[in-house]
């Protein structure tokens, strides 16, 4: 399994790229929301979270080889989630990711069915599906894009989503934990542990406040 690629960026084409990797050239596909990001990164070196399938029908022996890939872990771990589900499958929710992920997941999280069926190829049925079986396992995707928090970055992932939990447990709703993390991640600071990030989460809101 090839999990990533790191090479030179030689073109950017509608769903794919052309990535050069030693004497080899790679074609990728990516998501619509990556794209986007990417065409200003031309002949640069890019590494990329990758998936790789076999498309086609196995029973008429057509099976080709593909990669796809994502700027981060964090994206390709929810893509594959979003593939998981009835119905979805990898060509539909690459057509459907058009959106940065960390709007995708709010929607879900907050049942926001008009939202996902905006999402080319996703209709009213598999946005409920899509709810009904990722809602409580994406908040954390939400978290941590939409504070431009890197997979790979000073706050682990883990910790983030635990300390989600915790303030939902203390009687936050979802949204409520969502903003007061979003607050307190925009200082960039490092957080070591759960309990490190909810003192800074407490002091956030106590100089609110004041």
């Known amino acids: 399994m090839i999990k990533k690629v790191t090479g030179r960026l030689l073109d950017v084409g509608t769903d794919a790229i052309a990535l050069e990797v030693g004497p080899f050239e790679y074609e990728v596909l990516i998501p ?70 960390h709007e995708v997941a709010e929607a879900i999280a907050e049942q926001e069915s008009k939202t996902l069926c905006a999402l080319p190829g996703i209709g009213p ?30 706050v682990d992932r883990d910790v983030i989503s635990e300390t989600f939990e915790v303030l939902c447990s203390l009687g936050h709703s979802e949204a409520d934990a969502r903003r007061l993390l979003d607050q307190t991640l925009a200082s960039k600071q490092k957080f070591k542990d759960v309990q490190d990030l909810l003192q800074a989460v407490y002091q956030q809101q106590h100089q609110g406040k004041a």
């Open 32 to 101: 619509e929301y990556n794209r986007r990001l990417l065409q200003a990164k031309l002949g640069e070196d890019v590494s990329l979270h990758t998936i790789d399938y076999l498309e086609g029908n196995p029973m008429q022996g057509k099976l080709t080889p593909r990669l796809i890939g994502f700027i981060s872990e964090a994206e390709r771990e929810f893509f594959e989630l979003f593939c998981s589900v009835d119905g979805v499958g990898v060509k539909k929710a690459l057509r459907a990711m058009v959106r940065p992920v």
């Open 125 to 154: 049925a598999v946005a409920e599906r899509v709810i009904a079986k990722l809602r409580r396992k994406v908040p954390k995707f939400a978290l941590l894009v939409s504070a431009n928090v890197p997979a790979e970055g000073s």
